[in-house]
């Protein structure tokens, strides 16, 4: 999956709408110290599902909505949105039209007091849906090829079991073990559901 572009609005300090083209090759992101250059790598990360609100530098995930300054009221809403192209045969995990479009188009938007909704090529999809399809991609929010200040540092001093989710990520089979736990779940339910068929078949005889 490549990334071709980031579109912000309301979210930390890029309370005007900012839209970036990421193009082919390397990108460097320069300015001065507090301009907003870890802010452009969380968007990334918070677009694609990330759900801790520490990891986002903030106390709540609210904490990630423009909150104004001495010139500037706050704002009510924060978005970002990311277009990607999907490589061949990645799979579209249902959000595509067809298979055979690569554009994938992701929304995630947080209101206050109203928590994130997400929206994925037009349709509104589960904030589960979208971590899972940057992770099959290899590329969701805790993917090593994020690296934000003080992941080395974190790397370095990882436990094994740590050090094997990372590996995981990389290998896009962290979702698996989600849809894994999601099939056990169904598999309760249909063993609790049959019980209880037998039981019932038992009282009628
Ligand atoms: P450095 O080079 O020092 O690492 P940076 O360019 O990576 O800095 P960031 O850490 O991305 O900068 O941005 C920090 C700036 O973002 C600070 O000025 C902070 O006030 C601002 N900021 C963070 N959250 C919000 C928010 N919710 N509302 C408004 N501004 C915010």
Redesign the pocket.
Known sequence: MRIKSLKLAG???F?EPADLKIESGLTG?V????????????AIRWVMGENSAKSM??GGME???????ASRP?RDF?EVTIRAERDVGEPAAGFASNDDDPELEVTRRIERGAGSAYRANGRDVRAKDVALIFADAATGAHSPALVS?GRIGAIIAAKPQERRQMLEEAAGISGLHVRRKDAEQKLRAAENNLERLSNILADMD
Do not use: H, M, Y
């Open positions: 979210f930390k300090s309370v992101i300015g001065p110290n507090g301009c907003g250059k870890s802010n452009l790598l969380e530098r903030g904490d990630v909505i423009f909150a104004g300054t706050p924060a200040q």
